[in-house]
């Protein structure tokens, strides 16, 4: 068979599959089976690749082949059934296969084709009948004219297909030689039913709807649930159409929207089932006697409003023993024999604002540049350009608006209600466009198709109708829980939105009754769940938060409650619980975002300038460089008077952010407007900490200054301020302090040169961090003792060095430090010459940096000159350095520390070599 995919154009889809093939494994065991379905296979694949088929995919028992001409899609089958007939089978396991047609367009993603009518042809196959041959009105157009005289076409009248769109004409293809009679096909008409037909493609939810339809085969009242605009209707209209022929007296939809009285489901259901009313007999019995012995699926939508009929389904279960209901809704039944499925929302790209800095950086290569064929692959992009098609039939996505189309996907969370209505707005705005109002996600997604019911039309209505289910207390908390950015826990919910006093319940007991009607969900969190709500639900209680008059004061609630999270986390973010401290900040990331934004905007000076100083670290280890400057700067635009100490803080914090970025100006200027600060208060601790800080700045502008002498007269000032600060540390018995300034002075020692003295300074500092389980400054003392050691050629040493120091900042999940190690162990390659290696190293810690902000680049590259250090880019030819650099750049976090910790094992654990 040809192994190429065909080009694009009008093809020809064919689909196979085994009639009744779980039936007969089970009847002749796995092994004979096995070994049919081989010989089946092969019959098959001769057949197809004699008429150039291209073989797309094969699961299971199943075919899907691709032809670039119809004719010889429709000669390829009827060889392949004619093989089949002609093989010998076993009496008790003929191999009877059934096969449809189409011939449509298709586009590749991710190497795979996708399109709407590939779907049609599969399903035209499985309304077939093994033996048979049907085959679309589209592909019967292009094969009539010219047919061999042995081959006939029948035409069987149109058919409604399982995708419950409009009817579709099925044409058999006969042969004189082969089997022409077969029951009437099995499509949704062959069974009674009322399912309404669909007027646009059903798009994704393959994995959803095969989940369904399992379970439905294993209960009697399988309850949908989900938020509105999930699409739980639509997918349960499918599920029924798909489930159609287990149930030989018919499928049933009713619609519940409109009805309001629990008392008036069952006259509902009876009307749908077409029984009789009677003005003598309650309406279940006059239902349970309609019904009787009849195998009927009956599919309640929208139940939520009716809950109280819930023991209504359970009587009818119990009474009509051959009745399976399903049931949409957006809080379960709770009723005995119920299973509940939930309904997420479709597949969506990564929201990457709402990714941590280390999730981004280990995105795939394709997600992280947007790549168009991967985001195609994503059910709810497929969803957008489907309806988007349908008011503008040129719209395609391409490289340029891509990363908009991947955003408002991920924004809207996959729901289908919302993504459609987004759609709908391409007929007048671009992508981009339509990405920048999505902050406004209720007045931008409105004007539905008329058709549907009104909670449809607007994703508004569709909230509201829930709203409106809900007591008042429920209600309130609903809208205080808005506040929350990316979820909270039980804790900080209770924190912000209780007292419960004021709601009436138990915050407890609210939440979880929020998840049961589909407003929250919850999400497994690492050592407690989450209760998240997406965007637009909580743009909604933000509303009415508002109109309650509430928002600020709740606000200002959260704002403390993530202030006091902060500031118990900042002194651990170096110890060694720093990986659990670090992870919980980066959980609610956006809800400290949030607090420093209002604490910013309303202003409250002190929380603003309390939050940034305890969160600056945090910013440092994961990331986050450029947003911390940003917010720095704009708090130090206000001229805040703020307490003296906390002046300070900010201060300090502000220089760090601005020596991490490489500003020696800024960092000297806020260094040293903290030190002169803690002067004035006296605090020894804290002037021991500013003079460390400050002598950095006094050092920083000569560290890496190729070819220059270490300016002893200016940067000895630094120096001096170091020994002050040892002085006052070792006064105040501050050990994790001493050890800090010790390592300041192997720096100031490596940048003069003086590489043996470095070394005995950071030894020292090595052996204080350990005692006093500052893991992060461990680190940093194993990436100096690397440097000094590889300057010297010593490369077994410095290899080992930089792999303890990575394996630190790994375990943190510290990207500034995993930045400065892989260009030690870079260095280390070429020493090695391994210069390819050396290559993708420095590559990747380059994409790093530019990513983080961490500007770092040319303290790097003029440190290999300084010293002498065997540097990356002198190792190869220039095309070949930027191949190399390239493919490690590509790699994700994850896979590039992986890659640099290769070759060998570490001796013992967070053990570096002494010299």
């Known amino acids: 068979m040809t192994a190429t995919p065909p080009p694009s154009g009008t093809v020809t889809f064919l689909f196979t599959d085994i009639e009744g093939s779980t039936r007969l494994e089970q009847q002749i065991g796995t092994a004979r089976y096995a070994a049919l379905l081989e010989r089946h296979r092969e019959i098959l694949r ?74 049609r042809a599969a399903r035209i196959a499985a309304v077939a009948h093994g033996g048979q041959i049907l085959v679309s009105d589209t592909t019967r157009a292009l094969v009539s004219a010219g047919l061999p005289d042995d081959l006939h076409l029948r035409d069987l009248g149109e058919h409604r297909l399982r995708d419950l769109a409009g009817p579709e004409r099925l044409v058999q293809v006969d042969a004189d030689d082969l089997p022409g009679e077969f029951p009437a096909v099995r499509s949704l008409d062959s069974r009674p039913n009322n399912l309404p037909t669909q007027l646009t493609t059903f798009v994704g939810r393959e994995r959803e709807l095969a989940e369904a339809l399992e379970l439905l085969s294993r209960t009697r009242l399988l309850t949908m649930t989900g938020p509105g605009g999930t699409g739980k209707t639509r997918l349960s209209l499918q599920v029924a159409a798909a489930a159609a022929e287990r149930f030989p007296d018919g499928v049933w939809f009713v619609a519940l ?24 007999r309650p309406a279940l019995e006059t239902l349970v006697d309609a019904i009787g012995e009849r195998h009927y699926l009956i599919l309640l939508d929208n139940f939520e409003q009716v809950l109280a009929a819930g023991p209504v389904v359970a009587e009818i279960l119990r009474r009509c023993p051959n009745v399976t209901c399903l049931v949409t809704t957006r809080t379960a039944l709770r009723v005995s024999g119920e299973q509940e499925y939930p309904i997420p929302g479709l597949p969506a790209p990564p929201d990457i604002s709402r990714l941590s800095e280390m999730e981004r950086l280990n995105l795939p290569l394709a997600i992280r540049e947007l790549d168009v064929d991967a985001l195609n692959q994503y059910e709810a992009v497929r969803l957008f350009i489907a309806r988007a098609v349908a008011v503008r039939p040129g719209f395609t ?123 929250l969900r919850i999400e497994e969190g690492e050592t407690a769940p989450r209760f998240v709500m997406t965007e637009t639900i909580a743009e909604f209680a933000s509303e009415m938060l508002e109109t309650r008059g509430e928002r600020n004061a709740v606000q200002e609630r959260h704002a403390r409650v993530f202030l006091d999270l902060a500031e118990r986390a900042a002194p651990n973010l170096s110890g060694t619980d720093q990986r659990l401290w670090l992870d919980r900040l980066e959980r609610d990331h956006d809800n400290l975002r949030a607090a420093l934004d209002w604490s910013t905007g309303h202003p409250e000076p002190d929380v603003a300038a309390r939050l940034a100083f305890a969160l600056w670290r945090f910013w440092q280890q994961r990331g986050y460089l450029n947003e911390a400057r940003r917010r720095f700067e704009t708090m130090a635009a ?14 300090e914090a502000f220089g760090g952010v601005a020596y991490w970025q490489a500003d020696h100006p800024a960092a000297d200027r806020w260094y040293e407007e903290a030190l002169e600060i803690w002067r004035r208060l006296g605090d020894k601790r804290e002037i021991a900490n500013a003079l460390y800080n400050d002598a950095y700045a006094d050092i920083l502008p000569y560290m890496g200054l190729a070819g220059m002498e270490f300016p002893e007269e200016a940067a000895g000032v630094g120096r001096a301020k170091l020994e002050e600060a040892l002085a006052l540390y070792r006064e105040v018995g501050d050990k994790a302090g001493e050890g800090n300034v010790l390592w300041g002075l192997g720096s100031y020692h490596y940048f003069a040169n003086a590489g043996n003295e470095a070394e005995r300074w950071y030894l020292e500092s090595l052996a204080l961090h350990r005692d006093s389980g500052q893991r992060t400054m461990e680190a940093w003392s194993l990436h100096m003792l690397a440097l000094v050691t590889i300057a010297r050629e010593n490369v077994g040493p410095s290899r080992d060095y930089a792999r303890h120091a990575l394996r630190h900042f790994r375990d943190a999940g510290d990207v500034a430090g995993i930045t400065l190690v892989l260009d030690d162990l870079a260095s280390i390659a070429v020493a090695q010459d391994d210069a390819p290696r050396a290559a993708r190293l420095f590559g990747g810690a380059r994409h790093l940096q530019h990513t983080t902000g961490t500007d770092l680049a040319n303290y790097v590259e003029e440190t290999y000159k300084q010293f002498d250090a065997p540097s990356p880019r002198g190792a190869l030819p220039p095309e070949d350095f930027e191949r190399y650099g390239a493919e490690g750049a590509a790699m994700s976090l994850d896979e590039l520390v992986a890659y640099a910790l290769e070759g060998g094992d570490l001796p013992e654990p967070h053990k570096a070599p002494t010299t």
């Open 257 to 280: 929207e409109p009805v309001r009285d629990a008392a008036l489901v069952a006259p509902t259901i009876a009307r749908a089932l077409g029984a009789q009313d009677s003005s003598t």
């Open 397 to 519: 996505v391409t490289n340029a608006n891509a990363p908009a189309v991947a955003q408002i996907c991920a924004q809207l969370h996959g729901m289908p209600l919302a993504i459609e209505l987004a759609a709908a707005r391409i007929k007048l705005l671009t992508p981009d466009q339509i990405l920048a109002r999505l902050g406004h996600h209720l007045a931008l997604l409105t004007a539905g198709s008329r058709d549907l019911p009104e909670r449809q039309q607007t994703l508004r209505g569709a909230i509201a109708w829930s709203y409106d289910l809900l007591d008042e207390g429920a209600r309130r908390l609903l809208d205080r829980l808005s506040v929350f950015l990316g979820g909270c826990d039980l804790e900080t919910a209770e924190a912000v939105c209780g007292p419960g006093t004021e709601l009436g319940f138990d915050i407890f007991d609210g939440l979880s009754a929020l998840v049961d009607q589909s407003l």
């Open 638 to 651: 206000q001229n805040w008077t703020l307490e003296p100490a906390v002046a300070a803080r900010f201060a």
């Open 46 to 119: 001769d057949a197809f690749g004699a008429h150039g088929g291209v073989e797309q995919g094969t699961e299971g028992d199943s075919f899907f082949v691709v032809f670039n001409s119809a004719r010889e899609a429709v000669a390829a089958a009827i060889d392949a059934q004619r093989g089949l007939a002609a093989e010998p089978w076993p009496d008790d396991a003929p191999i009877r296969v059934r096969m449809g047609l189409h011939s449509g367009e298709a586009g590749m993603a991710g190497g795979t084709l996708v399109g709407l009518d590939i779907n």
